[in-house]
């Protein structure tokens, strides 16, 4: 099995070699490290070549600023790997990163994709992971549950920040990111668009509960040390309305519809463990959905949907 790691970099030059030499590091190395340059102004291409202009192991690509979406996609298709690798050029994998994943994947053959949890530096942060599971999660197939819960509450998040993410580079290369990012003007948080179109697109999520990556905290990141309370009141309004548009991105491309709702019970019986808050939060949506939504889908599948409100 191949590991691509994909690194995208924005004027992080303080920190790049730290994040690529961390890379190198690994106990299982990498197939191959490919940096992304979205239009730095800071000498970190000029960097890039000086200490890894020679290393056969590292791709430098430099690209003009388009934003992270597009510069993810552009590691993704240069990429050859099997399994594919994001990390932020803030951020650095710990030694034994790339040897705990060949294990899960090698372990787990059906899913596609892997995340873990980060230990924060340079300031406090929690894990965003759904559940947040106690230990090692296999979370199954999250498509359904995806789509109805954004459906119900407008987000969705099942996965932790793009440099807990690995992928197989066949569902990686069907996202799209690209096409999504140049049709916006704000273009950051790669993560949602890319764990939002894996679980609609049907990839199975393992979680690893283990601190494997190191998320570094500044003021030049896109939250730093700031609290909801500190932020712009703009970034709620911008995040909402990109996470519409990449939702309906992907509800278009897949021609989804509220009918599939009836199937929402076979999915959570792919779970080979469902924890108990698990199978509530399947029930709640059921029901929230059914109050909601359920009289737009077609009346045979309208009473299917009110026998599943009831979803044991």
């Not at 372990?107 to 300031?123: I, M, T």
């Not at 979370?139 to 793009?162: H, K, S």
């Not at 894996?198 to 003021?219: F, M, P, T």
């Not at 939250?223 to 309370?229: E, L």
Request: some cysteine.
């Amino acid at each position: 099995m191949k590991f691509s790691v994909l690194i995208n970099n924005y004027n992080y030059a303080p920190w790049l070699r730290e994040c690529v030499d961390s890379v190198l590091a690994q106990t299982l190395p990498p197939h191959e490290i490919i940096v992304v340059d979205d239009g730095s102004t800071d000498g970190s291409v000029a960097l890039l070549r000086e200490h890894y202009g020679n290393n056969p192991l590292v791709k430098i690509i430099a690209q003009k600023n388009s934003g992270q979406f597009v510069a993810v996609d552009a590691g993704i298709q240069a990429a050859d790997g099997d399994v594919l690798c994001l990390l932020d050029a803030d951020d650095r994998y710990k030694p034994d990163y790339l040897a705990s994943l060949s294990a899960c994947y090698e372990k787990n053959p059906a899913v596609d994709l892997v995340f873990c949890r980060f230990k924060a530096f340079g300031g406090a942060m929690d894990n965003p992971v759904w559940l947040s599971p106690p230990a090692d999660y296999d979370y199954g197939y999250t498509a359904l549950l995806t789509y109805f819960y954004f459906r119900a509450r407008e987000a969705c998040w099942i996965g932790n920040i793009t440099s807990c993410v690995s992928l197989r580079a066949h569902l990686a290369r069907i996202l799209q990111l690209g096409e999504i990012g140049r049709a916006w003007n704000y273009k950051v948080q790669a993560d949602y668009g890319l764990l939002l179109g894996a679980s609609l697109l049907g990839g199975r999520k393992y979680y690893l509960a283990r601190d494997l990556v190191e998320h570094r905290l500044h003021d030049n990141n896109d939250r730093g040390n700031k609290t909801n309370s500190e932020l712009s009141p703009e970034k709620p309004y911008k995040e909402m309305v990109q996470n519409r548009i990449a939702f309906d991105f992907y509800r278009r491309k897949l021609n989804i519809s509220d009918e599939i709702f009836q199937h929402l019970k076979k999915e959570l019986a792919i779970v080979p463990a469902p924890l108990p808050k698990h199978v509530k939060c399947y029930q709640k949506l059921a029901k929230k959905f059914v109050w909601k939504y359920g009289r737009l889908v077609t009346a045979s599948a309208w009473e299917r949907c009110k026998r599943l409100a009831g979803l044991r």
